[in-house]
């Protein structure tokens, strides 16, 4: 079984600005990737360069086997994008911009279908209304719809929920889930890491035009060793033994970097000792946040 | 070929949704340049013998007016689709390049076509016009409509604003189209213009079409047919080349 996504030594250049620096990276079918970095870290553009929006300088790029400059056709076919902006033709109709996306793909009787992902993405009050009377989330919601209207094995969503609503985005991503597990392969970029965290079973982290780390989101979790505690108390200070491991405080509370879970038991015996008392406990576990935050620090 | 079929098709219903801006603006144009020219010269020029001076007028108009909107359609569309940024639309899916072109440039050609009949139509209340060669007058407004649509397409790509665009309407395309011998016959001019004529494509476009319906033209439609498919084949080949290697438009 080919990998859904293959990228292999990527390079390319924007004039002087390296956007890309040998990326290489295999995605197997079926996966929810994603793909984190800062403004500028080059998602976007390896995206572009996979849907043949633009060109790699050298490298090779395949989607379910077939390379995306030779075998364009065929790789087109099998990819489904969302793209970051929220761009649309402001002269037809939702159902119209589906049909016309339908047909570009060479399908036809394609209306059932259509239909279906009107349907889910609750697009169906609009369907005969002209692009440009839609919101922002709407037109975002037609973005998505078109992505699929070809019923492509790969979706590939960049920043799909930039600026959008709770419902939509939590609409969405119960739809783009479903998808996933009907076999979809889905890859996102986003600026949410809970979101990525929730979602991606596997992550890579770009820097600069470079994978800074790819792992599983699990393992990316483990990497950030510690908890961190935060503490009410009463009264209101901490023991000597203790003032090393604060990193903060917020409103009357104290958090504090522990290395691992084993030494809260001693800093409650240190607390009791000066018999100050526990008022509230929390227990704060690393998120993808923390190893995004570490991640692109040490690189 | 469904896909091409379906860019043809959007285009096409891209600018019949706005036919009062592409069809009928245009068309009362050419009749405004109709009634103005026709009364202002009626009475003092003929070019050929027994025909009145408002009958040679209309052929050309009709001409005139079908380059400038083929090269308004393909040119505009792809202009605004890509500063929009929609053009990905058409960039993602498995289109060949000469599919996009193909459909591009028919789509053009049909909105030149359309207009033009529209002047005939409209002009032909005011004076009559003959028809002696129609499938002349036929090869001219198809070549003329795929060249100009090949010609918008280079301005659209080539564009990164849309006064780029209107720059090359207005400063090439209005220009070479109204000195296309539309108002006069070039054989009225000096030497040196009637040379320099020769030179404007354009010319050959209208003169050719104006064959098609008086039998008679300034030179031979043969050579008028050649210098024209010749452009067609050159402007062709060098659309699809951009498109091809994706200039301006995957970067």
Known sequence: ?299 | MPGFRTLLYKELLRFWKVSFQTIAAPVLSALLYLLIFSHALESRVQVFPGVAYTSFLIPGLAMMSLLQNAFANSSSSLIQSKITGNIIFVLLTPLAPLEIFAAYVLAAAVRGVVVALGVLLVTSVFAPVPLQQPLWALAFAVLGGGIMGALGIVAGIWADKFDQVAAFQNFIIVPLTFLAGVFYSVQSLPAFWQHASHLNPFFYMVDGFRFGFFGAADISPVVSVTVVGGFLIALSALGLWLLQAGYKLRH
């Open chain 1, 1 to 299: 079984m080919p990998f859904a996504i293959e990228i292999k030594q990527v390079h390319k250049r924007f004039g002087s600005l390296r956007a890309l620096g040998g990326i290489s990276l295999e995605i197997p079918q079926g996966e929810f990737f994603g793909l984190l970095g800062p403004n500028g870290a080059g998602k976007t553009t390896l995206i572009s360069i996979l849907a043949g929006l633009a060109r790699a300088d050298s490298g090779e790029l395949r989607v379910m086997g077939y390379d995306v400059v030779s075998q364009y056709r065929h790789a087109r076919r099998r990819i489904g994008v969302v793209p970051q902006e929220l761009v649309f033709d402001p002269f037809f109709t939702v159902r119209e911009t589906l049909r016309i996306q339908s047909g570009y793909f060479g399908l036809r009787d394609n209306d059932a279908w259509i239909d279906e992902i009107i349907e889910r993405l609750d697009l169906t009050d609009k369907a005969g209304a002209n692009m440009r009377q839609l919101s922002g989330g709407m037109k975002r919601r037609v973005l998505v719809a078109q992505a699929l209207v070809h019923r492509p094995p790969v979706i590939i969503l960049d920043e799909p929920t930039a600026g959008v609503d709770v419902e939509l985005r939590q609409g969405l991503w119960h739809f783009v889930r479903e998808l996933n597990q009907a076999g979809h392969t889905v890859v996102l970029t986003t600026h949410y890491l809970e979101e990525a965290e929730a979602l991606c079973s596997r992550i890579a982290m770009l820097k600069q035009g470079v994978i800074v780390a790819l792992d599983t989101t699990r393992n990316l979790l483990r990497q950030v060793a510690g908890v961190r505690l935060r503490l009410r108390l009463a009264p209101d200070r901490l023991p000597a033994a203790l003032a090393t491991k604060m990193i903060g405080a917020e409103d009357d509370s104290r958090l504090l970097a522990l290395d691992s879970y084993a030494q809260i038991e001693s800093v409650l015996a240190d607390l009791r000792a000066e018999s100050i008392q526990v008022q509230e406990l929390e227990v704060l576990q690393a998120d993808l946040e923390d190893v995004f935050v570490q991640v692109m620090r040490r690189h």
